[in-house]
Antibody
């Protein structure tokens, strides 16, 4: 059974960099799939941040691309998110998820981690 | 358009059938997936692909698509189905995109 677990600071100061890690168990990242980050501001909807393939190939939400870096560490079976120059608008629950993505018709996220709340405040 | 539009709220009587819709131009090209999210919990995939249910999802959940509209149908809604539902597909550039979500109330 595939499980994902986010970890990282719950409080980040404005203008600093948010850093989170997603540890994957029950499945080897090297076996395939994309691996994604999604966020949800309090009381609002879901926003895809970006995804990474086990090879390291990435693609990002254009609205966040200039501030986002996603990397993968296959030796630790985990992947990470960095979001720079954060503001209060980046306050959200951040989820990681396995991302099925083909180059034709299909796209879904399953399973998801439990999520971690990151608050941007001084 | 690179948006997926959902009705903010829908209600259904216990045991009745409800359809939750998701509209967007990209749905003419890509299939939608659907997620259920209960308060304080992570989203859970309920429908993916043409009309596939992950293991453990009851068969009262089904998906369909026509033109620019994808639908999630719950046949015989149960009290435990009360939740927020999100559709997910792609925008015109092929990037993942979520709808704004629909709050389902079971009366």
């Amino acid at each position: 059974q595939v499980q994902l677990q986010e970890s990282g600071p719950g409080l980040v100061k404005p203008s600093e960099t948010l850093s989170l890690t997603c540890a994957v168990s029950g499945y080897s990242i090297s076996s395939g799939y994309y691996w994604g980050w999604i966020r949800q501001p309090p009381g609002k909807g879901l926003e895809w941040i970006g995804s990474i393939y086990h090879s390291g190939s990435t693609y990002y939400n254009p609205s966040l691309k200039s501030r986002v870096t996603i990397s993968v560490d296959t030796s630790k079976n985990q992947f990470s998110l960095k979001l720079s120059s954060v503001t209060a608008a980046d306050t959200a629950v951040y989820y990681c998820a396995r991302h099925y993505h083909d180059y034709a018709l299909y796209n879904w996220f399953d399973p998801w981690g439990q999520g971690t709340l990151v608050t941007v405040s001084s | 358009s690179s948006e997926l539009t959902q009705d903010p709220a829908v209600s259904v009587a216990l045991g009745q059938t409800v359809r939750i819709t998701c509209q967007g131009d990209s749905l003419r090209s890509y299939y939608a997936s659907w997620y259920q999210q209960k308060p304080g919990q992570a989203p859970v995939l309920v429908i993916y692909g043409k009309n596939n249910r992950p293991s453990g999802i009851p068969d009262r959940f089904s998906g369909s698509s026509s033109g620019n509209t994808a639908s999630l149908t719950i046949t015989g809604a149960q009290a435990e189905d009360e939740a927020d539902y999100y559709c997910n597909s792609r925008d015109s550039s092929g990037n993942p995109l979520f709808g704004g979500g629909t709050k389902l109330t079971v009366l």
